[in-house]
T-cell receptor, first 112, second 114 residues
Framework: GENVEQHPSTLSVQEGDSAVIKCTYS??????FPWYKQELGKRPQLIID?????GEKKDQRIAVTLNKTAKHFSLHITETQPEDSAVYFC???????????FGPGTRLSVLP | SAVISQKPSRDICQRGTSLTIQCQVD?????MFWYRQQPGQSLTLIAT?????????ESGFVIDKFPISRPNLTFSTLTVSNMSPEDSSIYLC???????????FGSGTRLTVV
């Protein structure tokens, strides 16, 4: 089955700096890769996703890149703000499939 | 995206008892999913609930421990049976958006077993 690894487990950055979180997956059949943000005590929320037919997707300060050959994808947050502090989860699945396999999460702290 | 109401939001239960968690969606969905998030951990799928059929359980989860009902296309329940402290977790229901978009999650039920 699919296995998703995520690094780093914790990340601290200064406000205004960039943050990068990397995930690798094992199942070459996976073709959909969402990222979720979970603030303390709240539900996970989808912030960006990418399908395997594209290599990069941007939405304002966040972007995701995908390298299908290497089976890894990354979340990039630019100009970080304190409200970006949260736990971020990557996931991998097959479009139309039932199960997302989530990475273990990255706790991002943006220091003022 | 779908709006999901989940209750209770939290509960403290005695070991050996059972708790039923309810999940209501504001639109009809074919599949509803139940996840567990242990303290400080990631999300793990417990089971997929389809209306009119038995739920499909993931490895490590069994129907006797986590019975699920799905009486219609907008509602599902998950029961955590014969609870032990190891069942202390956040339980989340979710639905998949159409067109292959990511899941929308309910607000979660924080369960503490004492």
């Amino acid at each position: 089955g699919e296995n998703v690894e995520q690094h780093p487990s914790t990340l601290s950055v200064q406000e205004g700096d960039s943050a990068v979180i990397k995930c690798t997956y094992s199942d070459s059949a996976s073709n959909y890769f969402p990222w979720y943000k979970q603030e303390l005590g709240k539900r996970p929320q989808l912030i960006i996703d990418i399908r395997s037919n594209v290599g990069e997707k941007k939405d304002q300060r966040i972007a995701v890149t995908l390298n299908k050959t290497a089976k890894h994808f990354s979340l990039h947050i630019t100009e970080t703000q304190p409200e970006d502090s949260a736990v971020y989860f990557c996931a991998a699945s097959i479009l139309g499939g039932q199960n997302f396999v989530f990475g273990p999460g990255t706790r991002l702290s943006v220091l003022p | 995206s779908a709006v999901i109401s989940q209750k209770p939001s939290r509960d403290i239960c005695q070991r050996g008892t059972s708790l039923t968690i309810q999940c209501q969606v504001d639109s009809q969905v074919t599949m509803m999913f139940w996840y567990r998030q242990q303290p400080g951990q990631s999300l793990t799928l417990i089971a997929t609930a389809n209306q009119g059929s038995e739920a499909t359980y993931e490895s490590g989860f069994v129907i006797d421990k986590f019975p699920i009902s799905r009486p219609n296309l907008t509602f599902s329940t998950l029961t955590v049976s014969n609870m032990s402290p190891e069942d202390s977790s956040i339980y989340l229901c979710s639905v998949r958006q159409g067109g292959g978009y990511g899941y929308t999650f309910g607000s979660g039920t924080r369960l503490t077993v004492v």
